[in-house]
């Protein structure tokens, strides 16, 4: 197997037979670096699973990160994919977004109180949700408690339960906490929504300068798609941002999502917004997005 030294880079291919059994600590013999010596599932060179994960994320609150997770998630189920959307966040709001209250979710399955498929609840037709909520609380202790390996919690957890989907989304917590770095530890890609604000903006630099310090540690997850959101032609000139975003990121910036007022409704109503307003502009906008990220431009024609 390959193991790369985090510190200088160094790949090292390794005997897997020559490891002690229990050994959970390599040694770089070109730096002297000691670093975590990680299952052979979660190092380098273990083959990318056919199932694509994508997470949903920037440290920014309300930039419609859950909107966004929940109508993807949502349209691609209706395209025919099979998707697992899993809540990441204390704040639940993906089940209540589905009009959903399930009993169990992430935080059964990650601490193995409850088998698999008791923690997944059905939400529609091809879709599937793993609820989030307070009870996330217990993941990050048990991830602040181990002494290493704590960044691939999440990814030993869902890897065996992820080969009946072909999209597992992933909706995460504003900030930058234990479970956000997990995120980036199981994900490939990644979808950053940005609200069309300058400030927001800034938000997606320091972020990129968050995800670059985990890259040193997982150079597999990319950010592949740049979301603009809110765009309001009304109330501000919202084509500079967009423009600079263009210049600045190039086709990493997807057709943006419209302001609309549908969005904020249909969660009160428990409906995706194609099941709340199936002609509305946050409808179209949302369906384009499915087209790009499936690479499809034939959907829903
Ligand atoms: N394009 C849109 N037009 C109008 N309202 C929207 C749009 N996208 C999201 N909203 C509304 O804006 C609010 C914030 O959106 P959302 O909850 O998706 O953001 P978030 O990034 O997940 O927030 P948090 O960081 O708190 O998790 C919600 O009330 C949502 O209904
Ligand atoms: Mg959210």
Redesign the pocket.
């Given at each position: 197997m390959k193991v790369i030294c985090p510190q200088c880079k160094k790949e090292h291919n390794v005997d897997e037979s020559k490891i002690p059994a229990g050994a959970t600590v390599a040694q770089c013999r070109a730096c002297g670096h000691r670093f975590p010596l990680f299952e052979p599932a979660a190092t380098q060179d273990a083959p990318k699973p056919k199932t694509r994960r994508i997470g949903v994320t920037l440290s920014k609150?309300?930039?419609?990160?859950?909107?966004?997770s929940v109508n993807l998630a949502a349209g691609l189920a209706l395209a025919g994919f099979k998707v697992l959307l899993v809540d990441t966040?204390t704040?639940g709001?993906a089940a209540y977004l589905l009009g959903m209250k399930p009993k169990a979710g992430l935080t059964e399955l990650v601490t193995g109180e409850l088998p698999p498929a008791e923690t997944i609840v059905q939400a529609r037709e091809n879709l599937w949700l793993l609820a989030g909520g307070r009870s996330l609380a217990g993941i990050k202790r048990i991830i602040d408690r181990k002494d290493f390996g704590g960044e691939l919690t999440l990814c030993e957890a869902l890897t065996p339960i992820e080969k009946d989907f072909d999209f597992v989304i992933v909706d995460t917590?504003?900030g930058w906490d234990p479970l956000t770095v997990n995120v980036l530890f199981y994900v490939y890609e990644l979808i950053t929504?940005v609200s069309l604000e300058v400030m927001t903006l800034q938000g997606l630099v320091e972020f990129l300068k968050s995800l670059s310090s985990i890259q040193k540690y997982r150079a597999d997850v990319t950010l592949n798609y740049i979301l603009p959101?809110?765009l309001d032609k009304r109330i501000k000139n919202p084509d500079a941002i967009l423009d600079r975003l263009k210049d600045l990121y190039g086709e990493y910036v997807c057709t943006p999502?419209?302001?609309?007022?549908r969005?904020?409704e249909s969660?009160a109503y428990g409906k995706t917004i194609f099941e709340y307003a199936p002609g509305s502009h946050?409808s179209q906008d949302y369906r384009e997005l499915v087209r790009k990220i499936a690479g499809r431009p034939d959907l829903f024609a």
């Open positions: 609150g309300g930039v419609g990160k859950t909107t966004t966040d704040q709001q917590s504003p929504p959101t809110f999502i419209r302001y609309n007022v969005l904020s969660p946050g």
